[in-house]
């Protein structure tokens, strides 16, 4: 109930201040008052009955209410010529306002209101002072409640009940936090300023009258094709505009609910369900109610925790007003109520904006936040909103570049699966830091695409080869596809190829021109393959003339080794032919002599996961060879086939029994291949889960 008094303290003033603003239109035909405490009153009534909301309290916001305002405004001048009414003024102003809601459902319906969870916090905040702010300009605009800053008495007797309104509900409020301290001081102060002030100088809240109820739409007697032919286009330009903002200020209200107290809510649904009770009062002629920031905050400045009660106390005591409103709305001073306003202005700015900016983070949030505060304050919602967008594009961007370089590869840790001899392996080694490649993640827009290639830039020195890894990057544009032509072709005419890698699908076919590779395996097996041809030919031989063991014959008698060579079976594998079989039970080691292997997790060339690429002179199959355990992979022969010996265990322990010497040697290499391997495995996993 505290929580309750509070927002209503707020509402009170702002639904008069809004409402004698939004009707004034109506001025001259009936006591304008009646109509700005209907509307305060039933849809929020409405509202917090059918879209119950912990944490919310509901009532006309300051953009709707203003663009109320201008819509009637512009269907009076329209149907002036015909003699408008109050009610055919209220209908037709109902449907183009109930029009924009509709557009507000749609923003529901099409699932865009999720869009605003990337709204920056500097924003939201901006938002939330930005209404506060315009509260307190709005009264200070009308010389709280005198009309004009002209210095006479009025104004110094309104400026002085105004400013004593502040300072004692800031009193109050340090003497009893838990206390409703704006409606007591308004209440402390109206009382005696009445007594003491002279007769007819204050402004009132309302001129005296008897109970009014709400005028009726008057749908059929409207003048709809004189007002639609002159203000069409303004008023649905005006719908649009209160589609936008309001429903961007719900968002970002409800947004901070998530964030500061942990409510959370569907923000499509939350949208759908709001704009449709809109529709309905708008329809009947009322100024719509919505999740109201200032309220809301004002109620949980009280209660600390949401809840739904607060919204119920404060709908039943408004409509307890809006129905004994006309008994003392007369002896309430307008200036009392412009001290509420200024009040609850100012508590609408988040502290934190209050302070100076301590970091250097904290000091580029904290000049987003009052620029967006500034201009919602000066120019409106609008501009406000355009800010709010301009605002988080540069920081999705800044924040985009700062983390799209997940981590950079400039010293040859990293190389494919392709598995060569020992020698070939040591060359390439005190080469592979002329590769640079750099690991992106995020979405890779214009601008961030910008900031990789000014990052690429800066690491050219001593380079034959950039790779670009965009398995992470799950979203391109065609500006970044257009700045990574422009980089290949300058790095082209320094003789420095730039290679992109995990790019698949539509993605891959837009880069056709700039060699993309499936992973970022073959794109490293690419850039070897580069790097070997400045590698002496005879190093590249595939073993020794006359020699069919490579590194398995090192230290072997030549009459030993001719042995081992007789009695090893040598096999052509046509393109993509099987060689084994995941599973099998065969103990046979195979050694490459002729293209290549390609041992992976499916039965199909070219599918599953490539787990290694064997080159001549490389043995594989030694784990079934030496354990008997089942094949753990397929092997395929690569596309240019390949020439495959192979040795039986069997046959291996006969000749063992034979050349004992020589075969304690030959299961040394092959204990050394497997350390290799294992280490360039254990490499792969180390930097993977880096």
């Known amino acids: 109930m505290v929580g309750a008094a509070a927002a209503l303290a707020v509402t009170l003033p702002h639904a008069l201040g809004l409402g004698l603003i939004a ?27 059918f879209a119950r909301a912990r944490g919310v309290v509901y009532a006309p916001s300051t953009a709707v209410a203003l663009l109320f305002g201008g819509m009637l405004t512009l269907v009076m001048q329209a149907g002036a010529g015909q003699g408008i009414t109050v009610g055919q003024a209220l209908a037709i102003t109902g449907l183009f306002v109930a029009l924009g809601f509709f557009m507000q459902w749609l923003i529901g319906r099409a699932r865009l209101a999720g869009l605003a969870r990337f709204i920056p916090l500097s924003v939201t905040q901006g938002f939330s002072a930005g209404v506060g702010l ?164 004002t109620a949980l400045a009280y209660t600390g925790t949401p809840t739904v009660r607060v919204g119920q106390w404060h709908a039943l005591v408004m409509l307890a007003v809006a129905l004994s409103g006309h008994l003392w709305l007369h002896w309430l001073p307008l200036a009392g109520l412009a001290g509420v306003l200024v009040m609850a202005g100012v508590r609408m700015v988040p502290a934190e904006m209050w302070h100076g900016p301590q970091r250097d983070l904290r000091r580029t949030a904290w000049w987003q936040s009052w620029l967006v505060a500034g201009l919602f304050a000066i120019a409106g919602g609008a501009m406000a909103l355009m800010a709010g967008l301009a605002v988080s594009t540069v920081v999705l961007l800044r924040t985009s570049g700062a983390h799209v370089i997940r981590r950079m590869h400039l010293h040859g840790e990293l190389r494919s699966r392709h598995i060569r001899r020992a020698d070939i392996e040591a060359w390439l080694a005190g080469r592979m830091n002329r590769v640079a490649v750099l690991e992106l993640q995020g979405i890779l827009s214009f601008g961030v695409a910008a900031l990789v290639v000014d990052q690429v830039r800066k690491h050219l020195e001593r380079r034959q080869c950039v790779i670009l890894d965009t398995s992470r990057v799950p979203s391109w544009d065609e500006t970044s596809y257009a700045r990574l032509r422009t980089l290949a072709h300058e790095l082209q005419d320094q003789g420095i190829a730039l290679l992109i890698s995990g790019v698949h699908g539509i993605h891959g076919q837009a880069m056709d021109d700039l060699q993309p590779f499936a992973d970022l395996d073959h794109a490293l097996e690419w850039a070897e393959a580069q790097l070997l041809l400045e590698c002496p030919l005879e190093a590249r031989l595939a073993e020794p003339i006359g020699s069919q063991l490579g590194e398995l014959g090192e230290d072997m008698t030549e009459q030993a080794r001719l042995a081992l060579e007789r009695v090893m079976v040598s096999h052509h594998y046509p393109a993509n032919a099987l060689i ?109 889960m880096e």
């Open 23 to 49: 009707f004034a239109p109506f001025a001259q035909l009936m006591p304008v008052s009646v109509l700005a405490l209907w509307s305060a009153a039933l849809p929020g009534a409405l509202m917090t009955l």
């Open 134 to 297: 315009s509260l307190v300009l709005t009264q200070l605009h009308s010389a709280m409640g005198a009309g004009v800053w002209l210095w006479q008495s009025a104004l110094i007797w309104h400026l002085g009940i105004a400013c004593l309104v502040v300072l004692l509900s800031v009193v109050l409020q340090r003497l009893w936090p838990r206390f409703p301290s704006l409606l007591m001081a308004m209440l402390l102060v109206a009382v005696p300023a009445l007594w003491l002030a002279p007769a007819g100088l204050l402004q009132m809240a309302a001129t005296p009258h008897d109970l009014i109820l709400p005028p009726l739409p008057d749908w059929l007697g409207a003048p709809w094709w004189a007002v639609i032919r002159q203000a069409g286009v303004p008023l649905l330009t005006l719908s649009l505009l209160m589609a936008v903002v309001n429903g961007l200020e719900v968002l970002v209200f409800h947004q901070q609910l998530e964030t500061e107290h942990g409510v959370r809510a569907s923000p499509d649904e939350v949208l759908r369900r709001e704009s449709a009770l809109s529709a309905i009062c708008a329809l009947f002629g009322m100024i719509p109610a919505s999740t109201s920031t200032s309220r809301s905050r």
């Open 580 to 688: 084994i079989r995941s599973g099998d039970q065969d103990r046979r080691l195979m050694l490459v002599q002729a293209g290549l292997v390609t041992l992976s997790t499916a039965e199909s060339p070219g599918k599953g996961l490539r787990l290694a690429s064997i080159g001549p002179g490389v043995v594989f199959g030694e784990m079934a060879f030496l354990n008997g355990i089942a094949r753990t992979a397929y092997a395929h022969a690569d596309a240019g086939g390949a020439r495959v010996c192979t040795l039986e265990w069997n046959t291996f322990k006969t000749w063992s029994q034979d050349h004992p010497e020589a075969a304690l040697g030959f299961m040394k290499q092959l204990a050394r291949i497997g350390i290799r391997r294992l280490g360039t495995t254990s490499q792969q996993l180390r930097a993977a």
